[in-house]
């Protein structure tokens, strides 16, 4: 275990420096494979805006290193910070149910406005400002006003499921190199999902606090409010299954389920299965006043797959909203997508893939030709 720990360390510095020689995953999912339950995408695809159409090639000619330069930069802050994937993720999410996909959740408050940084769902909260920073940085000299801030939030959130994945896999070539620790322990196994990012989004000259407090879902949602929340900006019920399996990923506040584990040992009806996971979040969140971390995904924290469906059905869901979508009592439509999900994790990277496409073109209701393209991504020009 000792020679494990070291070899990972040592793998993890080494990420960092090579990351700029792994290609681009230009794999593209044009659909969903399509799964066994009545509920479907609904036809719900927002407009990609008035005047400005969303495409794979547009900066082939204005700026073509535009995508590994992104990619190079994500892989870098997701070796050095594996947390980072979805924190990246989480942004472009954020952005995009906000008034569509126009980069306003990167905007600094002004005298102007109040920008989305401090709304309930972001405050404290919301990370990997400073990597979009850096990447807008090399973009500017390279291309000058050329790659919008919304479309770097786009190609990171790729970028970011498709670094977990390449993480995991070196990690895991690295360690079969010392036999007398892959003679204890499998392999371990990655290959999430990727997609062709739709580009041509230009960035907001505004932000709103209001929206972003009454937009976002919040962890405590039902079923009800969670589809509604998606169905507001153009998205379905389908749509919401599929993206909360970024879940996956990343780490939560005790505060955000501090709902799962108010009555744990109080009420008789607290089910067998998930007692003792419900237990150990009392253990970790005790004494922490809230700020204590805990990974939504235990089981596989640091890989994109599909261990999130498999965790509700067994009532280890971190989040209530996470848990709630295989309740009964949340439709047994929703209940039977999560069931498939869990037990076909080719389906749910497809649909995860389509879903995502389906959120990046969510437009400002305005159209995208009234926007422009930052030079800073937390002012406007």
Known sequence: MELATMALAFMLAALAAAADATPVNKSCVAGSAGASVSIGYGGAGASAGVGVSLGGDAYRSDCPLAEEIVRAAVENAVAAD???AASLLRLHFHDCFVNGCDGSVLLDDTPFFIGEKTAGPNANSLRGFEVIDAIKTQLEQLCPQTVSCADVLAIAARDSVVAVSLLIDRISHFMQRFKRVTHRSPPMQSGGPSWQVELGRKDSRTASLQAANSNLPAPTSGVATLVQKFTDVGLSAKDMVALSGAHTIGKARCTTFSARIASVGVSAGSAAKDMGFLQSLQQLCAGSAGSALAHLDLATPAIFD?????????????????????????????????????????????????????MGRLAPSGGRAAGEVRRNCRVVN
Do not use: C, H, T
């Open 306 to 358: 599909n261990q999130y469906y498999i965790n509700l059905l067994s009532g280890e869901g971190l989040l209530p909203s996470d848990q709630v979508l295989a309740s009964p009592a949340g439709g047994e439509d929703i209940a039977a997508l999560v069931a498939d999900y869990a037990f076909d994790a080719a389906l749910f990277f497809d649909d995860f893939a389509a879903s995502m496409l389906r």
């Open 82 to 84: 594996p947390r980072m």
